[in-house]
């Protein structure tokens, strides 16, 4: 498989906290897909690093790139409710990129 | 944003029927995908088609399996005769190019029941 040990998690935390989901592949890959999905619909993309960014920001969204130990992180600062989704890291294998998906993370903000 | 439109929503069949799976992508992208999702597992990639031709599969994409966009219509996935393990959502997706930094956009997916 393309990924390690990887993570269905689930997480639950309280509105207003910072979460941080990880997970780690196994092969070369230049680019890694962060994706949510929400119940019912398909994933849709939410922030995308490349293996030459260590680090890329979006709104409250960092997503970290670390290619030495084949890893990636996604942190959401200040949790909403709406954030409540499962959330999947991706990596595009070839040159035609499918995308080759870990397990996700389903993360619960409540009130 | 671009949208990814996937006809039906549900689909139940009894086991060895033909079961065509529809997605209409977003109207200028040139890739497109179909990936399965089995409840409470990780989305796992089928097969990607572009200029008509499909150019990469996986081990999931049974010879019963196949695909298709006549005229730049729909982009079809057909399985006959469907299998009980064929039972999962099947989600189309397309991109503008094929290069790994490109997003794909997904469709809400097409949940097969196979009796």
């Known amino acids: 498989s393309q990924w390690g040990e990887e993570n269905l998690q689930a997480l639950s935390i309280q509105e207003g906290e910072d979460v941080t989901m990880n997970c780690s592949y196994k092969?070369?890959?230049?680019?890694v897909h962060w994706y949510r999905q929400d119940s019912g619909r398909g994933p849709a993309l939410i922030i995308l690093?490349?293996?030459?960014?260590r680090e890329k920001r979006s709104g409250r969204l960092r997503a970290t790139l670390d290619t030495s130990s084949q890893s990636s992180s996604l942190s959401i600062t200040a949790a909403q409710c709406e954030d409540t989704a499962v959330y999947f890291c991706?990596?595009?294998?070839?040159?035609?990129?499918?995308?080759?998906f870990g397990q996700g993370t389903s993360l619960s903000v409540v009130p | 944003g671009p949208k990814v439109l996937q006809i039906p929503s549900h689909q139940i069949i009894d086991m060895g029927q033909m079961v065509t799976l529809n997605c209409d992508p977003v109207?200028?992208?040139?890739?497109f995908y179909w990936y399965k999702q089995i409840l409470g597992q990780q989305m796992e990639f089928l097969v990607n088609?572009?200029?008509?031709?499909?150019?990469?599969k996986s081990k999931l994409f049974k010879d019963q399996f196949s695909v298709e966009r006549p005229d730049g219509s729909y982009f079809t996935l057909k399985i006959q005769p469907t299998a009980l393990e064929d039972s999962a959502v099947y989600f189309c997706?397309?991109?503008?190019?094929?290069?790994?930094?490109?997003?794909?956009?997904f469709g809400p997916g097409t949940r097969l029941t196979v009796l």
């Open positions: 997706a397309s991109s503008l190019a094929g290069q790994s930094s490109y997003e794909q956009y």
């Open positions: 092969t070369y890959t230049t680019v």
């Open positions: 690093i490349r293996s030459n960014e």
């Open positions: 991706a990596t595009a294998s070839s040159s035609f990129s499918k995308l080759v």
């Open positions: 109207s200028n992208h040139l890739y």
């Open positions: 088609f572009y200029n008509g031709k499909v150019m990469e």
